[in-house]
């Protein structure tokens, strides 16, 4: 009897159950539907009637059956009905570890009776005695948001946050002293706003994961509702560095979310910077994401930084690398931040058949050109193009540059490339440099 008890935990011996319990029920519709999977009325009124094995529909319903189907049925009159194996429906849950169908009995009966629960002792001693790699049912309830189930286990076994509490029960069990993954408590799963709020009176809001992370770190970086987010918004400082991803700001800029960022805009600093030395702007540059930007740059002040250029080094960047195949990443001007149109253009991946040309020409307007007569000799100084399709920004600056002017010491940019080997260089310089005073 036991074997057979123990093999409806084993999805190798499915068949062999299904024709069992198809044999048992097969004088019984209702038994016959649920255990072939089909589907019950909208109304069951009947529950007492037992099959070969004197099982009930909810004993059935409980094995072969979803939470749904459990919900349309009267089960109080069902829950100490015990069939020839000796089970009762809600042994079969306990046996089954089958956590979201016990949220189903919870909240059918916690408006009747909510002693009923403590009916199940293994659960609760499981709950109680859960350490770091066991999946107990208030872990799986909180993930799964089981609210109602989680709402007993916890009326059963923790103890709130009070003094009260503490001294009333000792022996319950402090919520916030059974931990996960990297220090994190159960508030961390919680991925509703009710049981989030269930959860409150039993564990510290303050509390934070090994990597600095607080609750609202975490319910950014995990997606968690936008409701979800605003609780702990609410409740929780936004000024707070994690080392894992920065401030909930800067993380919320990396998901990409417009609702979260201009919630978090409201209070949080934009002027400082990350591990990188990226602001905020700067940030939300690396990442592009275009309603980001338009959310951001109203909300943020573009200043120079002392001691730094007013473009960020885009070599932080795999998407911008190229730039400095262009132009020194000091001539970019801040300005290019308030056009993220242009930005979308400029940040397009290289490939075989990649010219340069259109994002030269719409970082153009961009350039902090100060000198026009000798910018065609800076940029030959600092870039030796030797590609082909890198020749582009030399061309473009060909149809605006005089090529024949020199920098302080005398030199061209024909001259330059003579002495480094250019020769593709040399090819374009030539129609648009006098040789003879080379």
């Known amino acids: 009897m036991t074997f057979v008890l123990s093999m409806y935990k084993r999805e190798h011996f499915n068949p062999i159950t299904y024709f069992l319990d198809s044999f048992a029920a097969v004088s019984l519709p209702l038994h016959s539907t649920v255990v072939s999977g089909g589907t019950l009325p909208e109304v069951v009124q009947e529950v007492r009637a037992v099959d070969k094995f004197g099982r009930t529909i909810v004993h059935v319903s409980v094995l072969h059956a979803g939470p749904d189907v459990l919900r349309k049925l009267p089960i109080r009159d069902a829950m100490r009905c015990k069939d020839v194996f000796d089970m009762t429906p809600l042994m079969y849950v306990r046996e089954l570890e089958a956590w979201n169908k016990l949220d189903v009995f919870c909240d059918l009966l916690s408006n009747e009776d909510i002693d009923w629960a403590k009916e199940i002792p293994e659960v609760i001693e499981t709950v109680k005695e859960e350490t770091f790699d066991q999946v107990t049912a208030l872990h799986v ?78 319910a950014i970086r995990l997606s968690y509702p936008f409701e979800v987010v605003e609780f702990y918004f609410l409740r929780l400082p936004v000024a707070v560095d994690s080392r894992w991803g920065g401030t909930p700001l800067r993380i919320s800029i990396r998901e990409g979310n417009p609702d979260t960022v201009k919630l978090l805009l409201l209070r949080s600093r934009r002027a400082t910077t990350d591990v990188n030395d990226l602001t905020t702007i700067e940030k939300e540059i690396t990442e592009y994401k275009p309603d980001i930007i338009n959310l951001v740059i109203p909300n943020s002040s573009i200043v120079f930084r002392k001691g730094l250029p007013a473009f960020f080094d885009p070599t932080r960047s795999s998407k911008l690398w190229w730039l400095l195949d262009c132009v020194p990443w000091y001539d970019i001007l801040v300005s290019v931040f308030h056009s993220p149109n242009k930005m979308r253009q400029i940040r397009q991946d290289s490939d075989k058949n990649y010219t340069y040309q259109e994002q030269f020409e719409d970082l153009f307007p961009y350039l902090n050109i100060n000198d026009e007569s000798n910018f065609p000799v800076r940029f030959i100084q600092r870039h030796f193009l030797e590609k082909q399709q890198r020749l582009v920004p030399l061309k473009q600056l060909l149809l605006r540059f005089d090529a024949s002017c020199t920098d302080e010491y005398g030199w061209s940019a024909l001259r330059l490339c003579a002495q480094e080997g250019s020769v593709e260089e040399m090819k374009l310089l030539l129609p648009h440099s006098n040789a003879l005073l080379e």
Not at 170 to 194: C, E, M, N, Q
């Open 141 to 218: 309830a909180v993930q799964d948001n089981l609210y109602s189930l989680s709402k007993v286990l916890l009326n059963e076994c923790f103890r709130k946050r009070t003094e009260s509490y503490r001294w009333e029960d000792p022996h319950r069990v402090d919520l916030d002293s059974i931990k996960y993954w990297h220090d994190r408590t159960f508030l961390f799963y919680a991925k509703s706003i009710g049981v989030a709020k269930l959860l409150l009176p039993y564990c510290n809001t303050q509390a934070v994961d090994e990597y600095g992370n607080t609750l609202l770190h975490n």
